[in-house]
């Protein structure tokens, strides 16, 4: 079974300054993980993805996650937050279900709220 | 290369009636998931289908909800006799056979159930 736990529903930073948006997650397996970002009203846009390479994995945008499986975590940050960065951000897991296939499953979302 | 092709983009229906929501997946993807988002909630599956054959559809309600993905066309939710709980956004994603990590969305159905 997999699950994933983002565990701020709200992150309020000042513009500049770093962001950290927390994911923890639970698998069975060696998981695939990743970060998507929604803005207001739109659809969903991948920001990063993490399946077995490098740890430390580089997205768009400044973001980056790093995987640390002794900790079962796949935090994001960002050095330095822009205004255009609020947005609502989903962590999401994906391993093999107990059926077999792969079937992704989002944390609830942390909305990350940026001050002038 | 087109995306995952969602339409409409936003269907209106009053209750009782059918909702009928499309997704075109990506060129060369042949795997399809619906995912459905409540305001303020994080995206919740529903159904995993390739063509003509369903996967897995543990978090699909058991009535009123159907999903097929046919060997040619798009793949169809159906939502029938819709009430208001069922205004949400609704997600597609396509991948190619196995390969999660190839995953991409479209822009969403918004049904909005008067």
């Known amino acids: 079974a997999q699950s994933v736990t983002q565990l701020d529903s709200h992150v309020s930073v000042s513009e500049g300054t770093p962001v950290l948006l927390r994911c923890n997650y639970s698998s069975s397996y060696s998981p695939s993980l990743f970060w998507y970002v929604q803005h207001p009203n739109k659809g969903l846009q991948l920001l990063l993805k993490?399946?077995?390479?490098?740890?430390l994995v580089k997205g768009i945008n400044g973001f980056e996650a790093e995987f640390k499986k002794s900790e079962t975590s796949f935090h994001l940050t960002k050095p330095s937050a822009h205004m255009s960065d609020a947005a609502e951000y989903f962590c999401v897991v994906s391993d093999r279900a107990s059926g077999g296939s792969y079937i992704p499953t989002f944390g609830r979302g942390t909305s990350l709220i940026v001050h002038p | 290369n087109a995306g995952v092709m969602q339409n409409p983009r936003h269907l209106v229906r009053r209750r009782g009636q059918e909702a009928r929501l499309r997704c075109s997946p990506m060129k060369g993807h042949s795997h399809v998931y619906w995912y459905r988002q409540l305001p303020e909630e994080g995206l919740k599956f529903m159904v995993y289908l390739q063509k003509e054959n369903i996967i897995d559809e543990s978090g699909m309600p058991k009535e009123r909800f159907s999903a097929e993905f046919p060997k040619e066309g798009p793949s169809i939710l159906r939502i029938q006799q819709v009430v208001r709980g069922d205004s949400a956004a609704y997600f597609c994603a396509s991948s190619p056979p196995g390969q999660v990590e190839k995953l991409f969305f479209g822009s969403g159905t918004q049904l909005s159930v008067l």
């Open positions: 993490y399946t077995s390479a490098a740890t």
